[in-house]
């Protein structure tokens, strides 16, 4: 059923006359009766009776009071609809869910979501923190619409696009009251028996790390989390080594409460921070708009 000619109906009945009826449509008073005409020939119904005198008066058949009684909430939930469409345009309202690597979720996306939060106070962010490969999984079966992740492990695969975004520098870092924190210079050997707390790691960032400790010892891992807060929180309370980025660690390195330590002989261990996505999906507004702040925040950093 044609919701522009209910529309016209609606009018019609509201102001009981073809010339009123016509001037709020903004149509000529010809063109709203053929309107009129062909919904009633589309329905098989007359909806409303003529007057007679040629004045353009008209008045509801009870098949045109039925008809109107059902419509009326058709048409304004029509009304509400474009209204949405308008704001989810201007990323005003609706949901957008995202996902993010435990690096960036703690660096790039709170200032990120905090300008999108401000610009656009009715959209509602729902997040989910995981690592690359689990995230991969969640934008390929449409349960995200974007992420932003360490992509070093990612799977190349067609159906996502990646676009680099920063890089941050990896390392060991421990309280400054760790033993350790006081030694100028240290090998990875030396680290044997330590406890280690990180992310999930690249698999050949781990396996390398452990080969470099052999023969001297074992490495043991306290907590693989991806939660970046709670590592650097036991990292306080306790003598592990935290494997982090500088970045995700700024506030603490500035203030002494954590260090770095100088492990001559470790490979530099950059995160390649990227944007994820769906090849061939067109963004919604709100994430493109939430892509872009990414990208700015990146560009801050570097």
Known sequence: MDLRKLEHAALLAETLNFARAAERAHLTQSALSRSIQALEHALGLRLFDRQHGGLGGVTPTAAGRQLL?????????????????????????????????????????????????????????????????????????????????????AEKRDDLVVRRLATQQGGMFCRAAHPLARRRKLVVAELAGQRFASVHLPAAVRDNLLRMMRPAGEASWALTCDNVYLLKDLGRRSDVLLLCTEESLADELASGEFVKLPVIDLRPMPVAVSLFTRAGRTLSPAAALLAARLADEAKRGR
């Not at 309202?93 to 300008?115: R, S």
């Open 69 to 153: 009684e059902r419509a009326r909430p058709l048409l304004r939930a029509a009304d509400d609809l474009d209204r949405d469409m308008a704001l989810l345009r201007g990323a005003a309202l609706g949901e957008l869910p995202i996902g993010a690597g435990p690096f960036p979720a703690a660096t790039l996306l709170p200032a990120a979501l905090a300008g999108l939060g401000q610009s656009h106070p009715a959209l509602r962010v729902s997040l989910q923190i995981d690592h690359t490969a689990a995230l991969c999984e969640l934008l390929a079966a449409d349960r995200i619409e974007l992420f932003v992740a360490d992509s070093r492990d």
